[in-house]
């Protein structure tokens, strides 16, 4: 399943070059072109790195995963069933 | 000033709309079992206050973006830092959206796989988002009626299958009902926090304000109607089993030889659903555009759109972790991001109100 990812990340990215990177290269919208380029890129790292199961970016669930102790805490106390 | 594009009526249509299509086909306020729909209308005054809060600060600041005027107000680092963790809440909002709609459309699309789905679903947001936000307000008036007439006619021919009992026995156990207050409070009533970004492209937003409640408080009532008619059609046990309680509610539904209408009401829950996906689409991409302090946010749509899709596959391999992440660890982070965001902003912007600084003086005398 996970190569298909391949056509996502192609055909985004052929997008963005067409209709966005050009117009902002030519009005010299530089800063405009590096924060797009960088979202860009960072997706495209997290895609390939999906794709080919190698996990060697740091997972965003980390984040989520800190408030773990506070919300099982909440939950017995509210006894919530999960 | 940035100009005016949405009516009052289509940005009171797009916080009904919110409402009913981030909940979905779930059961919000369901960790209170058969009082769900107590908590839910109770859980709807956090949200009314956050409405009544981003109102307020937008009045304080006419034509600004609750993320331009934090910085203004509490100062470049702290306003910064502040909306850094709006955006993450945001965005973390927004790959939940994706993902239950994905879930949803699994369905009936059983065996078409999700990295496939994604690209299907995001790709008409992007499209959505570049032609504009009046398209989004127009669509918003457009879905409207046709999702409140199918939404009250599905709880009409769920009557026959009420049991009144089901909601039973009331206000057992005060700890879950609070819980659920709680839960329904941060999903989906305090994500009207995103109309604090809308806000300014409002045309004749000084005019009977009233409107954007009465947006709101349509949709708190329906979704406490959808609750009622998902506890006593299906009974407090099945209803929290069922991963979509309203989808089963309304495969009960049915006539003699005229069966299978469920698929009536998906065409809606997934209309709203997108919508929802829309709006909180549109709200990233403002949001980026004032941390970064872009020119236009149309040259983000697709990078961003690439990345929901990849970071829902990354974050969200399978529904059990997502039910565990989305569903029990996420609130506590966005819930108090959506409640004090706008309290810190409003105290402060109050407080600076009566004592002026030089700075802020001078940037009213700009607006």
Known sequence: MPPRLIYSLLLFSMLYGL????????????KDL???????????????DYMMGTQLLPNPNRLIILFKPLSEALNSFFQVNT | MPEKFL????????????LIGSSLVFLTGSAASQNAWLSTSIGSFFGLYVLYAIISIHDLFPGQRITQISTHVLGSVPGTL?????????????????????????IIYPLVPRVVLYPLLVLPCCYCLYKGITVLGRLGELILAITMIIVLLGMLLSLP????????????????????????????????????????????????????????????????????????????????????????????LGFENFQRVELLFFVIWLFTGLYTMVIYFQGLAFVIQDVFS????????????????????????NTVEYTLLGFSYLPVYTFPVNLFYPTIILCVAKYRQKHPSQKLLSLRKAM
């Open chain 2, 161 to 252: 299958n009420m049991e009144i009992s089901n909601l039973q026995p009331f206000l057992a156990n005060w700890r879950p009902f609070i819980a659920g207050t709680l839960y329904a409070a941060d999903w989906p009533f305090d994500e009207v926090i995103i109309f604090a970004l809308f806000l300014p492209l409002v045309s004749d937003y000084r005019r009977n304000q009233n409107i954007y409640y009465y947006g709101y408080l349509i949709g708190a009532l329906l979704l406490t109607l959808i609750d009622v008619t998902i506890i006593t059609v299906l009974g407090e046990s099945q209803a929290n089993l069922s991963l979509f309680p309203l989808f089963e509610t309304s495969r009960l």
């Open chain 1, 34 to 48: 590096a924060v797009t380029s960088l979202i860009l890129i960072l997706a495209l790292s997290y895609g390939i």
């Open chain 2, 294 to 317: 872009l020119k236009s946010y149309k040259a983000l749509i697709l990078p961003l759109g690439l990345c929901i899709v990849v970071f829902t596959l990354y974050m969200f391999p």
């Open chain 1, 19 to 30: 209709l966005e990177a050009r117009p902002l290269f030519k009005t010299r919208a530089y």
């Open chain 2, 7 to 18: 009516s009052r009526q289509q940005q009171a249509s797009m916080i009904f709309l919110l």
């Open chain 2, 82 to 106: 502040l909306n850094g963790l709006f955006l993450l809440s945001v965005f973390a909002i927004l790959v939940t959206f994706l993902f239950d709609i994905i879930m949803m459309m699994e």
